[in-house]
């Protein structure tokens, strides 16, 4: 196991695994999984540092979550999981794409991971923390070298200092 994998089971995994028995830390489930989730989809879709995401960057979240269907459910769900809860702590229940109202946004343990309704009057949308996490954790796992990527040379990934057992990154 590398030094960055080792690193990825201490700091993500295996905290967040800790989480999932706790119904009331799926938010705090969310707010890790998220960024580990953006990382991956920005190597995996050739973005790496670019500021604003595009449909390749949607398609590999598609890719991982089907249920998604398509590139406008992507942009809606993005926006009000990730954008809320890394923003304000909160989901948003707006969507800059317009179109759908969004009657519903939740998070629920019993929803698929990410779960999609729609009725005449909107749309709700549920994800499972645990489900949603895991699937993530797995993913990644499941292909480091595009997470571990040093193509988001302003992003690197941190390593431990063990004189000073400081976690991050600097020059020496």
Same mark, same amino acid.
């Given at each position: 196991m590398t030094d960055n994998m080792s690193n990825f089971v201490k700091w993500f995994k295996n905290p967040l695994a800790s989480l999932y028995t706790n119904q009331d830390a799926g938010f705090i489930i969310l707010m890790a999984t998220f960024p580990l989730l953006e990382r991956y989809l920005r190597q995996k879709s050739g973005l790496h540092e670019v500021v604003s995401l595009n449909d390749d960057f949607y398609n590999e979240f598609i890719g991982i979550f089907p249920y998604v269907t398509n590139i406008d459910n992507a942009?809606?769900?993005?926006?009000?999981?990730?954008?809320?809860?890394?923003?304000?702590?909160?989901?948003?229940?707006?969507?800059?794409? !317009?179109?759908?109202?969004?009657?519903?946004?939740?998070v629920h343990g019993d929803a698929h991971?990410?779960?999609?309704?729609?009725?005449?009057? !909107?749309?709700?949308?549920?994800?499972?923390?645990?489900?949603?996490?895991?699937?993530?954790?797995?993913?990644?796992?499941?292909?480091?070298?595009?997470?571990?990527?040093?193509?988001?040379?302003?992003?690197p990934l941190p390593t431990v200092d063990e004189g000073t057992g400081t976690s991050g990154w600097g020059k020496k």
């Open positions: 942009k809606k769900i993005w926006g009000l999981y990730r954008h809320g809860l890394l923003h304000q702590a909160t989901l948003k229940t707006k969507t800059k794409t !317009g179109g759908t109202m969004i009657l519903e946004i939740g991971e990410i779960e999609i309704g729609y009725s005449p009057a !909107g749309m709700t949308v549920k994800i499972s923390p645990k489900k949603f996490s895991e699937k993530v954790i797995s993913t990644i796992e499941n292909d480091f070298a595009t997470f571990e990527s040093p193509d988001s040379p302003s992003h």
